[in-house]
């Protein structure tokens, strides 16, 4: 089945404990992406990726780091997380990004609760 | 910077009605717009995509059209049903195609 699987789909933990959010799809797609959905504020693009080692800034990339080594996996890393990370992350891909082939195909999401 | 909004931010409509939800952009210059659907707690589901050359998309009793002049996207249910009840947002990449911006989402109730 093709799909995007994020791990873990909760998470708690405290102030400055890095954590890691993985993300991986199935479908052979070459664009990836991270959300943050934050209510009143909406889905807001964290970092994505055109293909393998290329990533690039969203518009909300302060205190996330991520990593495209695999075609397949795209996990996003905080390295000091902070109560203001708390939020509903989202991983996306697509075939090749605003496109025409750009559907964009999300994960389930990951609810994470900095303390 | 691109911005996108949506009106209404809700919309409540007994089982059967024809309904339109409204998305507007800044900037013309787009390579497509998405719509989703989002249930609560849930992940977004792609519903229709619009490619900047085309007027208007259709699945099933969903229409979704593309006015890039004006800056505007109208998705269209039909005979609507309580399993439509969701947040709808639509989505414009920018002028790269790489950064995605989300319109806040009109959140929708269909009463049986």
């Known amino acids: 089945e093709a799909q995007v699987t994020q791990n873990p789909r909760y998470l708690i933990t405290v102030t400055g404990k890095k954590l890691t959010v993985t993300c991986s799809q199935n479908m052979n797609h070459e664009y990836m992406s991270w959300y943050r959905q934050d209510p009143g504020l909406g889905l807001r693009q964290i970092y994505y990726?055109?293909?393998?080692?290329?990533?690039d800034k969203g518009d909300v990339p302060e205190g996330y780091k991520v990593s495209r080594k695999e075609k397949r996996n795209f996990p996003l890393i905080l390295e000091s997380p902070s109560p203001n990370q708390t939020s509903l992350y989202f991983c996306a891909s697509s075939l090749l990004g605003g496109t025409e082939k750009g559907t964009q195909y999300f994960g389930p999401g990951t609810r994470l609760l900095v303390l | 910077k691109q911005e996108v909004t949506q009106i209404p931010a809700a919309l409540s409509v007994p089982e059967g009605e024809n309904l339109v939800l409204n998305c507007s952009f800044t900037d013309s210059a787009i390579y497509n717009l998405q719509w989703f659907r989002q249930d609560p707690g849930k992940g977004l589901t792609s519903l229709l995509l619009i490619q900047s050359s085309q007027r208007e998309q259709t699945s099933g009793r969903l229409n979704a059209s593309l006015d890039k002049s004006s800056g505007r996207s109208t998705l269209y249910i039909a005979a609507s049903q309580p399993g439509d009840s969701a947040t709808y947002l639509c989505?414009?990449?920018?002028?790269?195609?790489?950064?995605?911006?989300f319109g806040p989402g009109t959140r929708l109730s269909v009463l049986p």
């Open positions: 989505a414009v990449p920018d002028n790269y195609g790489q950064n995605f911006v």
């Open positions: 990726s055109m293909n393998v080692e290329v990533t």
